[in-house]
């Protein structure tokens, strides 16, 4: 689109046009060079975008940072195995074991990350799986349907209303065809088609209809002159494939994170691998010890635990009618900061409705909300008996048969936008337009047209005639010679002429249609049967003015209370729309974007009366943007005026302009969510951070380009995705605090196994299990708790500043409860160990004789002889020991992260369910693991014995002494200055 | 967001190790550089005290004379000496190099067994010369002082005392291994009963002994290991019981082993033997796990040159 389009088909004589596709505009194509040339030109279908291969994205899964960190230790772990079993060493199949264990980690999180994706890429799919269209298409002069996507070049196809579009159609001959060309152009107005070429653009011009547009009304024929991806749609669609993908902010969170994680493992291992080297280990001890530190440093279970957390998010917001197609955009949304959002269908209704009337010189409102739950205006009124009879009678629009039972407003009507509001307006307000229009046969009538721009009726009423007139209120007045007044009929002087003028500016104004109302009565036979209607209007002269009605597409009833929920959690909205600037700055009026105070420079410069160049800026909040504006503004200047006016409404704005609205936004560094239907507004949803694509309007371009899908079309609907998005952001802090913490606890006892040779507390297989098996489901049960404050009062994060794991978290989680943690497993430990007799100082400095395999006399404290085997399960049973105390610091853990700003009273204990179940489960999982038999030679576990744990005064100080959250300060130096205070304060 | 992340890169690095402007080093002015240090020595420490408060309290839980728990370390295990890796001897008869380590390791342990180191009448105790039932000295503590020790002759083991032949027979090509059960405090080996014994086992029999028996591991190895003698108390090959139950290190520190002398006379050479020694009793288990629980094996290589 960003180059001209070269197609001048619409140009071109019908001859030429034969000639030029080698065609006939009576009979069609030839079944045989159709044939060809679809074997030429491919189907007539949009392909989609190439997807990546699937073994890719499986490869993706497996090769991640963390997970490349995992294949390093389980090859170091197959080295030192070879190099063992080459030695001819026995029990060196621990090194094998845990290599497989390793790899089956990496696999299967692997597979279950794949399998993830996966499923959201099947929620798309299901959408691209319509009925396949069908097309009415004459060849060889017989008239065929066939299915859409066979159509070739130079085929004569036919269009009805309520068709889409198969291609794009030069077209021939028209019968009051029109078409609905919002999908491309976001033009709301329905536009006539007809053979006359009406402008130079393409895009412009009458004669040709588009590719996937709809027909409403009339019928037309035409020539296919584009097919697939060459017709303009599928230019489109090619662009929007051309912007590339921004990684989410949850996705650089992550990695951010895992680069971190990855670093401090390396350097803990180098670290440990050059001082075990010192110490006089040999080069493959050193290089397993590195192994052990990797494995025990990296947390497993984290990226399984994240992807849980999003999709559980993501099945709750689909719950709420948000589709999401991209996990992680599920975070997204709650950071974002700005919205831009389409007008109409996500903040109107996307149906007219009569919104007010004027009559006896008075605004009366109408009810506009979707369910007519709204108040009524006074129907007493004389006068309204004649507006109403003239509003159901000068209207051609009627129902579709065999909806009785459906409500007024949701029943199908065949007919214009304005003439069914009209409609539905006239059978809620009088009752049965049917009846009433029968009671009134009609007699002759004369269609709206332009050079008219009004429309009128005469109909039999007893033994007289009543002429009944609408259209355009001016050209109505210019009729009038009369006013009717509670009833009564008073001459139409210039004082209500005035009156008049005042209420078509003020409903004008209010981004409304306007159409005027008028009657007369005629002696019967006035008007005969048949009359032309071309005589018609020589009659209508001297009525009598009935009133004005407005029309406007309304704000859902749920939009302004949104928007009013984005504004208190700092997200600005900006309505960019196609629509004409005064009805855009009327519905954002209406919704709340321009809120109520706030003055556009306009307003400014009328209020001052002073001319607009000489307005500050400053003094207004609000502002409307036209494209032609945008097109004529430096780079630059956009970012400005973004700047300078909170309040912002882009009107008659084209898809380019979008994008680059889209991206001035994110140049200010706001993370934007776009809502599109069209796919005009494809590049912009994929440009966007998040593209929400709607559900029911959106096209199947812009659904493929979005990330989030809203079934209901409800911008109220994105709000609580946002609000679901900072709730999981939040949760995914408090799950990735509980996880991080026992990487310390894990870590600690190789360090000191290292450097005090002490027999090995904790394995890497026990380690395994606490990551991937006990401690998952605790974590990503903290996904399920609820909000707890208000997170729709607060402002966005700050990609920058607000990130997942910042400094205060990682230390108080590493550095405080870790080390609590690490001191309880050592208690446990030496506990262990001194009950079997093994006091601690004789564990210091005894590792070598205790894993010298050959050693079968070992003493201990009491001079007890132990073999080799007894001493392995031994150390099992202090694997087991410490993993238990692991288990039960976690426990508490758990509960210290479930409130961040909150204390745990106040959240309840037991109010989470999913937790309180996750810490059962986690509790019997550890019971199953130490007390099945079998489990000492299979994982390394050993049944302990129930005695009072001596860390728990350790637990419990760990809650006394808890800082109140270091991690959660906004302000970074005011978490540091809390904790030290708090220590002296207990 | 990835844009514009490139340009908040290294200019920003120096600043973050020393800001001028604020006096900050890494991000922190001097003064909160000490508080958070302050904090985590005061942290630290107080997790330290506790650590080491709560290791007191539960070694005061624990007896000094008596282990807690004693579930892993029982069964008792059965052990050799020479202690050798990869539980193999080998030698060459001829060569006296070859087996010198085994015999020093023989020597070595059995310097506690001469008669000049049980002298003292105070520590040592006559039990006997036959096998007879266990002998109580009471409660597991210190209140009576230490524990007596019974005394066990070394020569007892005849022609693997070392007493007449100085290499245990490894010059003439008949090594001497000895056999002990690894001491457990408290533990009372019981003898085996009658019929669940080899018939070997069986010809010298004793109600208060825990027999020992050596064969070889390999049917087809059987005819390879020739004559076995045992030497051991009263000529039985077996632990006598009255040297049970075990008092620990701090009651008798002096305590002696049981011993029982295996001497293979007629090895055949130049060929791998494995040979499986077990001890008998009602409470003494083996274990496919632990290869060195009740019993052993160990493999012979001895070289003709």
């Known amino acids: 689109m960003k180059k001209e389009m070269d197609v001048d088909d619409h140009k071109l004589e019908l001859p030429d046009l034969e000639a030029k596709y080698s065609t006939s505009i009576t009979k069609g194509l030839v079944g045989a060079v159709a044939a060809e040339r679809l074997l030429r030109d491919g189907p007539n279908e949009l392909r989609p975008p190439r997807g990546t291969p699937e073994c890719v994205k499986f490869g993706r899964q497996l090769a991640g940072g963390l997970q490349c960190l995992m294949w390093v230790a389980a090859a170091i772990c197959l080295i030192a195995y070879g190099v063992q079993e080459g030695q001819g060493d026995r029990g060196s199949a621990d090194n094998l074991y845990l290599a497989i264990a390793l790899i089956a980690v990496v696999v299967v999180t692997g597979c279950f990350g794949y399998y993830q994706e996966f499923k959201s890429t099947n929620i798309i799919a299901s959408f691209k799986n319509l009925v396949p269209q069908q097309a009415t298409v004459i060849r060889e002069g017989d008239k065929l349907q066939i299915n859409a996507n066979e159509l070739v070049v130079g085929d004569l196809v036919e269009i009805k209303g309520g068709d889409r579009v198969p291609a794009d159609i030069r077209i021939i001959s028209a019968q009051g065809c029109k078409v609905d060309n919002s999908s491309l152009t976001g033009e709301s107005e329905p536009q006539t088609r007809s053979p006359e070429c009406t402008h130079d653009s393409p895009l412009e011009t009458r004669n040709i209809a588009f590719f996937s547009t709809m027909c409403l009304e009339g019928t037309a024929t035409g020539l296919v002159i584009n097919t697939g991806d060459r017709t303009i749609i599928g230019r489109i669609a090619s662009l929007a494939s051309g912007v590339e993908n921004e990684k989410t902010p949850i996705a650089i969170e992550i990695e951010h994170f895992v680069d971190i994680i990855a670093g401090l493992a390396i350097f803990f291992g180098a670290t440990f691998f050059v001082v075990a080297m010192v110490i006089g280990y040999p080069f493959l001890r050193a290089m397993v010890f590195f192994m052990a530190i990797v494995v025990a440093y990296v947390p497993e279970g984290l990226l399984a635990t994240v992807t849980v957390c999003l999709s559980l998010t993501a099945k709750r917001l689909a719950r709420k009618n948000c589709v999401v197609k991209n996990l992680e955009a599920v975070e997204t949304l709650g950071s974002t900061s700005t919205i831009c959002s389409d007008k109409t269908g996500t903040l109107t209704q996307n149906r007219m409705t009569v919104a007010h009337l004027w009559f006896d010189n008075q605004i009366h409102t109408a009810d506009t909300t979707e369910d007519q739950s709204g108040q009524s205006f006074d129907q007493s009124s004389e006068t309204w008996t004649l507006l109403s009879r003239v509003v159901t009678l000068c209207n051609r629009a009627q129902f579709k048969s065999g909806q009785e039972n459906v409500p007024v407003a949701k029943r199908e009507v065949i007919g214009d936008a304005s003439e069914t509001a009209l409609l539905k307006f006239a059978e809620v307000t009088v009752g049965t337009v049917s009846e009433a229009r029968g009671r009134f046969p009609k007699v002759a009538e004369l269609p709206f047209n332009s050079t008219n721009k009004f429309q009128l009726s005469v109909h039999t009423a007893g033994d007289r005639q009543l002429l009944v007139l609408k259209g355009a209120p001016e050209r109505v007045l210019e009729r009038c010679s009369t006013v009717m007044i509670k009833g009564q009929e008073l001459p139409l002087d210039a004082q209500w002429r005035e009156a008049f003028e005042g209420a078509y500016a003020d409903l004008g104004g209010r981004g409304e249609r306007v159409l005027g109302f008028c009657a007369r009565w005629l002696p019967a036979g006035t008007v005969a049967a048949g009359t032309d209607p071309e005589a018609l209007p020589e009659v209508a002269v001297g009525l009598c003015f009935a009133g004005l009605v407005a029309m406007i597409d309304p704000p859902r009833a749920t939009v302004p209370r949104a928007v009013l929920k984005c504004r208190t959690a700092g997200i600005r909205v900006i309505m960019v729309t196609g629509d004409h600037p005064i009805t855009a700055k009327a519905i954002a009026k209406g919704v709340g974007i321009i809120s109520e105070g706030s003055e556009t420079p306009e307003d400014v410069a009328a209020r001052l009366r002073v001319p607009l160049e000489q307005v500050d800026p400053r003094q207004a909040r609000a502002r409307v943007v036209t494209g032609a504006e945008l097109a004529g503004m430096e780079p630059g200047v956009l970012e400005g005026i973004l700047r300078a006016h909170p309040e912002m409404v882009f009107a008659r704005t084209s898809p380019q302009q979008k994008l680059v609205i889209v991206e001035s936004c994110q140049r200010l560094g706001a993370i934007v969510a776009v809502t599109g239907d069209g796919v005009n507004d494809s590049p912009a949803l994929k440009r966007a951070d998040i593209g929400v694509a709607m559900g029911i309007a959106g096209s199947d371009a812009a659904k493929n380009a979005a990330d989030m899908i809203l079934l209901d079309d409800n911008f109220a609907s994105i709000v609580t995705g946002v609000e679901q998005g900072r709730l999981i952001f939040d949760n995914l802090k408090k799950s990735i605090a509980y996880t991080l913490t026992k990487n310390i606890p894990e870590l600690t006892p190789y360090l000191i196994y290292i450097t005090a040779s002490v027999p090995l507390p904790l394995g890497c297989i026990t380690i395994l299990f606490i990551e991937l098996c006990t401690d998952i489901f605790p974590s990503v049960s903290l996904a399920y708790e609820r909000a707890e404050s208000d997170i729709m009062h607060l402002k966005p994060r700050n990609p920058r500043r607000d990130r997942l794991v910042n400094e205060p978290l990682a230390a108080y989680s590493y550095f405080q409860i870790g080390a609590i943690q690490s001191f309880a497993g050592f208690t446990d430990y030496f506990v262990a160990m001194a009950q079997e007799g093994w006091w601690p100082l004789l564990c210091l400095g005894l590792r070598p004789r205790w894993e010298d395999t050959h050693e079968q006399e070992l003493q201990d404290s009491y001079g007890q002889q132990w073999t080799f085997e007894q001493r392995r399960y031994q150390q099992y049973t202090c694997y087991t020991v410490f993993f238990i105390s692991i288990e039960m610091c976690q426990i508490a853990d758990v509960l210290i992260r479930k409130t961040r700003r909150l204390s745990l009273l106040q959240q309840g204990l037991f109010r989470n369910h999913i937790l309180v179940i996750a810490i059962v489960f986690q509790v019997s999982i550890g019971c199953f693991l130490c007390y099945c038999p079998g489990m000492p030679n299979i994982f390394n576990f050993m049944p302990i014995r129930w005695a009072p744990p001596p860390q728990v005064p350790v637990v419990v100080r760990a809650h006394a002494l808890r800082p109140p959250h270091p991690h959660l300060r906004r302000d970074p130096q005011a978490g540091r200055a809390a904790a030290p205070r708090e220590l002296v304060g207990s | ?305």
């Open chain 2, 1 to 305: 967001m990835a844009r514009g992340k490139a340009k908040d890169g290294d200019g920003n690095w120096k600043k973050f190790i020393w800001n001028s402007e604020k006096k900050e080093l890494l991000g922190r002015t001097g003064g909160s550089w000490f508080k958070i240090l302050l904090f985590y020595v005061i942290f630290y420490g107080c997790l330290a005290g506790i650590f080491i408060g709560t290791i007191q309290v539960m070694l005061l839980t624990v007896s000094e004379f008596e282990p807690k728990y004693q579930d892993r370390v029982a069964p008792p295990g059965l052990t050799q000496v020479p202690q050798v890796q990869k539980t193999e001897i080998s030698f060459t008869a001829s060569d006296s190099k070859s087996y010198e380590p085994y015999v020093k390791n023989l020597e070595k342990f059995l310097k506690d067994y001469s008669a000049d180191q049980q002298t003292e009448n105070i520590v040592f105790q006559d039990c006997g010369e036959m096998p007879t039932d266990y002998k109580d000295r009471g409660p597991y503590s210190d209140a009576q002082g230490q524990k007596k020790v019974c005394k066990f002759k070394r020569e007892w083991l005849e022609n693997c005392s070392g007493i007449q032949d100085p290499t245990f027979g490894y010059k003439d090509g008949k090594p001497c291994i000895l056999v002990k059960l690894n001491r457990i405090i408290g533990f009372k080996p019981k003898a085996p009963v009658n019929d669940s014994l080899p018939a070997e086992v069986m010809a010298k029999y004793s109600p208060y002994l825990i027999p020992v028996h050596c064969a070889a591991k390999r049917e087809e190895d059987a005819d390879k290991i020739g004559t076995v003698e045992y030497y051991g108390m009263g000529g039985y090959s077996g632990f006598a019981l009255q040297y049970y139950p075990y008092y620990g290190k701090l009651l008798q520190p002096r305590y002696l082993q049981p011993l029982v002398a295996v001497q293979f006379t007629n090895l055949t050479y130049d060929v791998e033997v494995r040979v499986e020694c077990r001890a008998y009793g009602q409470n003494i288990q083996y274990s496919d796990k632990d290869r060195f629980q009740g019993r052993f094996d160990i493999k012979f290589d001895i070289r003709s040159s």
